[in-house]
């Protein structure tokens, strides 16, 4: 079946450093390509979304380009701060399913 | 209005008892869903409605039950609570099922004793 595979488990980092969350993918079809944001105390929020091979998302300074060839979404931000602490998930959808996730990355900023 | 909201926000039950979980929203949506989540794990699809029509994970399908009454509420209803229940439960929605973005609920944590 589809799967979302996020190398990362954690990561921690300094105010002002490069992220970067790696997202691959497994489907049999064309799947849409998401990530959301997950914050202590609150559910997923959705960040944005890639419909199509080299689609560029986008969303707060964070961005995530769909690469078919490679099969992978992976989100970056070139400087975070404290507030970018929180979970971040990749998932993908598919024609007439819903959404599935990946395990999800914490993100630790540290001023 | 992009809200959607889960009661209660912590839940505790008895091995062998029922539990049922309540959600809402407000955005007319026609697709509710349910997600499980566990420390480690990505969120699992439990099922979903679409409208009044119920789609259950396989292989959970004996395990959840679930109920729509109208478009606003769905509940999810485990029957027998086991320790391995023990878990977040996320509800959802959006206005369609595929490719869609999905509105979340703070979540319920439930905690089987």
């Known amino acids: 079946g589809d799967s979302v595979t996020q190398t990362e488990g954690q990561v921690a980092l300094s105010e002002e450093d490069f992220l970067t969350i790696h997202c691959n993918y497994s489907?049999?079809?064309?799947?849409?390509l998401f990530w959301y944001v997950q914050y202590p105390g609150e559910g997923p929020q959705f960040l944005f979304r890639?419909?199509?091979?080299?689609e560029k998302g986008s969303s707060r300074g964070f961005e995530a380009t769909y690469d078919k060839g490679t099969t992978s979404f992976h989100l970056r931000k070139a400087s975070v701060q404290e507030s970018d602490s929180a979970v971040y998930y990749c998932?993908?959808?598919?024609?007439?399913?819903?959404?599935?996730f990946g395990t999800g990355t914490t993100v630790s900023v540290s001023p | 209005d992009t809200t959607v909201k889960q009661n209660p926000r912590y839940k505790l039950a008895r091995v062998g008892k029922p539990v049922n979980l309540i959600c809402s929203q407000t955005?007319?949506?026609?697709?509710m869903y349910w997600y499980q989540k566990k420390p480690n794990q990505a969120p699992k699809l439990l099922l979903f409605?679409?409208?009044?029509?119920?789609?259950r994970e396989a292989d959970t399908f004996e395990k959840f039950q679930s109920s729509r009454p109208n478009n606003s509420f769905c509940s999810l209803y485990i029957g027998s609570a086991g320790l391995e229940y023990s878990a977040m439960y996320l509800c959802?929605?959006?206005?369609?099922?595929?490719?869609?973005?999905?509105?979340f609920g703070h979540g319920t944590k439930l905690s089987v004793l």
């Open positions: 409605y679409y409208d009044k029509i119920l789609n």
């Open positions: 959802a929605s959006s206005r369609e099922i595929q490719n869609e973005r999905l509105f």
């Open positions: 890639a419909s199509r091979d080299k």
């Open positions: 998932a993908l959808g598919d024609w007439g399913r819903a959404l599935i």
């Open positions: 955005m007319n949506h026609d697709t």
């Open positions: 489907a049999s079809g064309y799947p849409a």
